[in-house]
């Protein structure tokens, strides 16, 4: 979230001084995803403070496209989530989670947000892991049923003690570690589902 101090040459619809919140994710605008108006699927994404210089700055420059108009009766602090939040519900909705055991992988903001998400949408267990007790018991205060140290506790224990036998129905992968992504297809039941939004080694394998 930031006020506007300066505007491009062809920038319309926007003034000095609005405060907007900023997509985080540029897109080409020229590729097939993009055409077919899935530019989250963009294959030339750029991230703004991963690919180019981020917001840990006074000023961050971003396309129109990317900008979002805020309203004053909203705090800021709510627009300052847009994006870990967006992330966090576009996962967690992409399968029905209604009555489903969910297992989550991570327990950043965006993990421990899905947690909340997880239950509100009905899921009988919702199971977070990760190795940083603080992140755990922030998702523990956002719903998780379980929220595990793997350092200290096996999934395998976890199902036991919640009586699942066959494994988890859904997966929500947002840690980006390869190890807890082979735990958790390990962990799966035939047929489970899994949505992928950590970002992967490139040699990890499935």
Known sequence: VGEIVELGSEVHGYELGEIVSV???ITCGRCRM???GKRHLCRNTIGIGVN???AMAEFVTAPQANLWKTRPEIP????AIFDP???????AASFDLLGEDVLITGAGPIGCMAVAIAKHSGARKVVITDVNEYRLDLA???GATQAVNVKEKTLKQVMDEEGMTEG????LEMSGNATAFADMIKHSR???KIALLGILPPNTQI
């Open 140 to 142: 523990r205060k956002m």
């Open 190 to 192: 035939n047929g489970a």
């Open 76 to 79: 800021e602090e709510y627009y």
């Open 168 to 171: 988890f129905d859904v997966g």
């Open 34 to 36: 993009c055409f077919a």
């Open 52 to 54: 180019r210089n981020g």
């Open 23 to 25: 997509e985080g994710h």
């Open 85 to 91: 939040y967006g992330n966090a519900v576009h996962t």
